[in-house]
């Protein structure tokens, strides 16, 4: 599936704002051209990471994440309360208990991932104030709520899989193992890296797309945050990422995500024709909620459907 390309210093400077409202209600991706998070920045990323995870377990669970840290090393995340066929570093903002760890003799992955994680997050918070302005809200306004935010970013590795699901698995528990089973990212905005090879799907109308995937892309999607905003005038995509008997990927999303104590709902701008189809979500509650399923099964998890009015 070949995705929309939207220009980014062409939304920015207020132009091509109609193309990013299709893209939006299309698909909810976009792959995004001409940004500042340069080639070679992007290229070591992907390097460090490679050289990350090829270190002893023993060595990455030194800084492994929990559920009171939420930062750190981890491979055994569940999805759907169905364990992944990944590993993951997590990092983000120090706050309470959450400290981002770093692994020892490795400076060189901490300071490039901390540049990555820089340029991830101006471009994200962008990319907040370019969907607004195409929501016909203040897009100033609501990426300015986005400075004491709670986002992260995450490395993923995709080990080789002896029972990968085929990649025309139906959505639900599958036959073989899934990288990540079928989700929608709970935040606002995501910024993907790409490695070059193909893992990623979308699902459209009952059916999955596989993404394009060439090395150092930068593609975007929109999450249950945009959603809600846009009263349903954009469905934050339900995807997954498939596991492979013959390659390993790397990935390297950035989740742009509100600051604890925010609430959002449908923005004004957007219930002219239409009730508001959602009431306040707290994103603190909201978060803490999704966050808890990744450690073990319990239960339904929550989603922005729960709070719907109609």
């Not at 599958?174 to 709970?186: E, F, N, Q, R, Y």
Request: with cysteine; glycine share 8%; aromatic share 10%.
């Amino acid at each position: 599936m070949q995705l929309i390309t939207i220009d980014y210093d062409a939304i920015c400077s207020g132009s091509q704002l109609s193309e990013l409202d299709r893209a939006c209600r299309e698909w909810g991706f976009f792959e995004l051209r001409n940004h500042p998070i340069s080639a070679s920045l992007r290229d070591r990323m992907l390097e460090v990471m490679g050289e990350f995870f090829a270190l002893p377990v023993a060595r990455k669970r030194a800084c492994e994440r929990t559920e009171v840290n939420h930062w750190g090393f981890y491979d055994r995340e569940l999805t759907k309360n169905v364990q992944d066929w990944k590993e993951l570093f997590d990092v983000g903002p120090e706050f309470g208990a959450c400290v981002p760890q770093w692994p020892s003799g490795l400076s060189a992955f901490r300071e490039t991932t901390e540049a990555y994680y820089a340029r991830c997050e101006t471009v994200a918070i962008d990319l907040v104030r370019c969907i607004g302005n195409a929501l016909g809200d203040d897009g100033t306004r609501l990426s300015a709520g986005f400075q004491d935010h709670t986002s992260y970013l995450r490395l993923n590795y995709y080990p080789l899989c002896d029972s990968p699901a085929p990649a025309d698995t139906p959505t639900g528990p599958p036959v073989g193992h899934l990288g990540i089973s079928h989700h929608s990212d709970a935040g606002a905005v995501t910024v993907l890296l790409q490695d070059g090879h193909q893992g990623l799907q979308v699902e459209r109308d009952g059916s999955w797309h596989s993404v394009s995937a060439e090395r150092g892309a930068i593609i975007i999607n929109i999450g249950d945050v945009v959603q809600v905003w846009s009263n349903d005038r954009y469905k934050a995509p339900l995807h997954r990422v498939l596991a492979s008997d013959t390659h390993t990927r790397y990935s390297a999303p950035f989740f742009l995500n509100p600051s604890f104590t925010t609430n959002y709902a449908p923005l004004a701008s957007t219930c002219t024709d239409r009730p508001a189809r959602y009431r306040p979500i707290n994103w603190g509650d909201f978060r803490n909620g999704r966050a808890a399923g990744d450690y073990s099964d319990v239960g339904e998890e929550i989603q922005i459907a729960h709070f719907r009015t109609d």
